[in-house]
């Protein structure tokens, strides 16, 4: 079956980095876009970076361009997302989505604080 486990989340200080982390297996990866979202406490879920499945193409929200890079490995079945000058408004619970032929699967999300 699907499977998509995140990694990397923590408690960081504002200027921060974090690199997070999703493994995926029991669907061809190499041929599904991957994204992240995060989900604030109150807040409804945001997409935050999307890859195509070669790694050519990227988007992001506005709020993180210049400091959030998205990033894949298809050997690897592993997406990334680097996360440079993080904000106290970065804090959020960040979930892997793989895109696949089969529909979108969701990963159970990893914790992301930033403290002021």
């Known amino acids: 079956q699907v499977q998509l486990v995140e990694s990397g989340g923590g408690l960081v200080q504002a200027g921060e980095s974090l690199r997070l982390s999703c493994a995926a297996s029991g669907f061809t990866f190499s041929s599904s876009a991957m994204s992240w979202y995060r989900q604030a406490p109150g807040k409804e879920r945001e997409l935050v970076a999307t890859?195509?499945?070669?790694?050519?193409?990227?988007i992001y929200t506005d709020s993180v361009k210049g400091r959030f890079t998205i990033s894949r490995d298809n050997a690897r079945n592993t997406v990334y997302l680097q996360m440079n000058i993080l904000k106290p408004e970065d804090t959020a619970v960040y979930f892997c989505?793989?895109?696949?032929?089969?529909?979108?699967?969701w990963g159970q999300g990893t914790q992301v604080t930033v403290s002021s």
């Open positions: 989505m793989a895109s696949t032929v089969f529909g979108g699967y």
């Open positions: 890859i195509t499945s070669t790694g050519g193409n990227t």
